[in-house]
C-alpha cells in the first residue's frame, strides 16, 4: 500500500530531522489512539518543538503513550474507507465511505458510497484494501482508511481500524446486512458466509453525527440534563441513540449524542430525506449541532458531492462570517418557533 511520507519520533530533535527529510506542512498524531486527539498541523519550522511537545503531552495525557507519529500533510485530500470482513482465510470489501466533513479532524458526516469517485479509483481502493486485508488474514471487521488527493487522484493508506466504526450503518444501509452479526460470526470461529460477487449496493446514505456541543461558542461541549428527544422515523431513516428525556450528558466522555441515518435510492433524494429527518429531530436541555447538519445540507457544495477534508472547516468559517457567531443558535430557534 502505498504510505505517506512519515515516521515514528519519540523526542522533538527526532522530529527536527524527519521534517526536514519530508517536508512541509506535516502532521502529528498520536500512536496509541486516534480521535483527533494529539493530532497538530505543523506549517512553519519555529512550530516544530512546540507543537510536537504539546502533541506528546496530549497523547501521553489521552492514552498513556508519549509517542507520535509525524507524516506530510496532504493540503487537499478526501478521507476515504473501505469496509473489510473477513474470516481468517478470505476477505471481502463492503463497498467504500466518503468521511471528508470534519471538525478537528473528528468526523461529522459520513456516507456510501463515496460520491464523485472516479470508478477506476474506487476499484484500486477497494481492491488494495483486500489485497491488505489477505496479507494479514484478518479475521473480523476492519476499516482501512486512505487519504486521496483531489488534485491528482494518488491515495495514501492511512491506517486500519480493526473494529467496527461508528459510521457503519451507512455501509449496513447499501448492504442490507447486519455487520454486528457477521463480526460476531467470525469471532465464534464460523467461516464467512459470504463471497465478493454476494455483496450487492443499492442506494445511497449518508450518516450524521449529533453532538452535545454549543455551535454558536467554538462547539464547547454542553453536559446536561436532556428535558424532552424527539428523533425522526420512517422509511429510509435510522436513529442510534441512548439518549431519552431526562436522560443525562456528563462532561468526561465524547459528545456523541445519537446518529441519524437515512438511506434513499440516489445522494439527491437522501439529502433530500435527510433535510426532513433532521427537521423532525429535536433536543431540549443541552445545546447540540444539527443547526450545523442542517446548514450543511442547504450548501451547494455539499449537494454536489467530493469536497475534501479541508472544505468543511472553511464553509463553518463563512457561516460565522456570513451571519455572526449567533448564527447557529438562531438557526436552531427558528425551527420550533
Known amino acids: 500500500l502505498p504510505v505517506v511520507p512519515g515516521g515514528f ?4 530533535e527526532d522530529a527536527q530531522a524527519l521534517i526536514r527529510h519530508i517536508g512541509l506542512p506535516a502532521l502529528v498524531k498520536a500512536v496509541g489512539g486516534g480521535g483527533g486527539r494529539g493530532m497538530k498541523l505543523i506549517r512553519e519550522p519555529s512550530e516544530i ?3 510536537v511537545a504539546l502533541a506528546m503531552a496530549e497523547a501521553d495525557a489521552a ?3 508519549a509517542r507520535v507519529y509525524i507524516e506530510r500533510f496532504v493540503e487537499h485530500g478526501r478521507h476515504i474507507e473501505v469496509q473489510l470482513l473477513g474470516d481468517g482465510r478470505n476477505v471481502i470489501h463492503l463497498g467504500d465511505r ?3 466533513i470534519q471538525r478537528r479532524y473528528q468526523k461529522l458526516v459520513e456516507e456510501a458510497p463515496a ?3 472516479d470508478p477506476q479509483l474506487q476499484n484500486h481502493l477497494r481492491q488494495a484494501a483486500v489485497s491488505y486485508g489477505e496479507s494479514l488474514a484478518y479475521r473480523g471487521l476492519g476499516t482501512v482508511e486512505f487519504l486521496v488527493d483531489v488534485t491528482d487522484g494518488e491515495f495514501w493508506f492511512l491506517e486500519m481500524n480493526a473494529r467496527i466504526q461508528v459510521e457503519h450503518p451507512v455501509t449496513e444501509a447499501v448492504t442490507g446486512l447486519d455487520l454486528v452479526a457477521e463480526q460476531i460470526a467470525v ?3 464460523r467461516p464467512m458466509r459470504l463471497r465478493q460477487h ?3 449496493f443499492e442506494g445511497h446514505a449518508i450518516e450524521f453525527r449529533v453532538n452535545a456541543e454549543d455551535p454558536a461558542h467554538d462547539f464547547r461541549p454542553s453536559p446536561g440534563k436532556v428535558m424532552s428527544a424527539v428523533f425522526p422515523a420512517g422509511e429510509g431513516m435510522r436513529v442510534d441513540t441512548h439518549i431519552e428525556a431526562d436522560a443525562t450528558v456528563p462532561p468526561f466522555y465524547d459528545s456523541m449524542l445519537a446518529k441519524v441515518i437515512v438511506h434513499d435510492d440516489t445522494r439527491a433524494a437522501t439529502i433530500d430525506e435527510a433535510e426532513r429527518a433532521l427537521a423532525n429531530c429535536h433536543l431540549e436541555g443541552v445545546a447540540t449541532n444539527l443547526a450545523v447538519h442542517r446548514a450543511l445540507l442547504s450548501d451547494p457544495q455539499f449537494r454536489a458531492g467530493g469536497v475534501p477534508t479541508s472544505w468543511f472547516p472553511e464553509f463553518l468559517r463563512q457561516q460565522v462570517v456570513s451571519h455572526n457567531t449567533r448564527h447557529f443558535a438562531a438557526y436552531e430557534a427558528a425551527q420550533y418557533r
Open 9 to 12: 519520533v519519540e523526542t522533538t
Open 49 to 51: 518543538e512546540g507543537t
Open 63 to 65: 492514552f498513556g503513550d
Open 98 to 100: 466518503d468521511c471528508s
Open 115 to 117: 460520491p464523485n469517485l
Open 187 to 189: 469471532a465464534e470461529g
Open 198 to 200: 454476494d455483496i450487492r
